[in-house]
């Protein structure tokens, strides 16, 4: 159904849709895709723009294209400040951040995280004010604070504020530096 129907003021939304209707119909037409299959790629041809399946494929998705090294590039650049900007108390958190760069057919994909650290995602997101109890009912919960060894039944956490360390990186994934 075509949303000029619907929508008064789109003659652009229409016309759109008439030239992709138009290409889908016409045999010869420079909006339809026109493949050729030889023995072992595809031809794509647009309107006197030949495309080869095998060629495009090997410049998108694999190592060897120029996209495939442009987001590593960058993928590493997020994960180096991705590991300046966290927290760094003990440091184990730091060194789980890392990045998986996979690509198949239908594209590439870029991983950044960190999947070992069990509070990974609370330091990213921050947490509220919470209650922490012992596992054992009736237990107590024994801990330092300094040099004082502290015993108690229960303990009111103060919540702590997001450091989204990923976040930030991604943000800046796409711009220029």
Known sequence: MPLYGLIHDSPIIYAAQKLA???RVSSRGVYR???VRTNTQITYKFGGIKFFDSVLHAELNTPAGDLWRFLEKRSQRAVRGAKAQVGK???RLMKSIHKKHLGNRTGQY???GSNTVPYAYVHHQGS???LILPNDPG???IFR???RVIVTPRVLHPGTRPNPYLRNQLLHFVSPK
Do not use: A, D, F, N
């Open 21 to 23: 209707r138009k290409g």
């Open 110 to 112: 870029v991983w950044l």
């Open 139 to 141: 237990g107590k919960l």
């Open 145 to 147: 604070k300094g040099s």
């Open 128 to 130: 509220r004010p919470h």
């Open 89 to 91: 108390k003990t440091g």
């Open 33 to 35: 895709s026109v493949s």
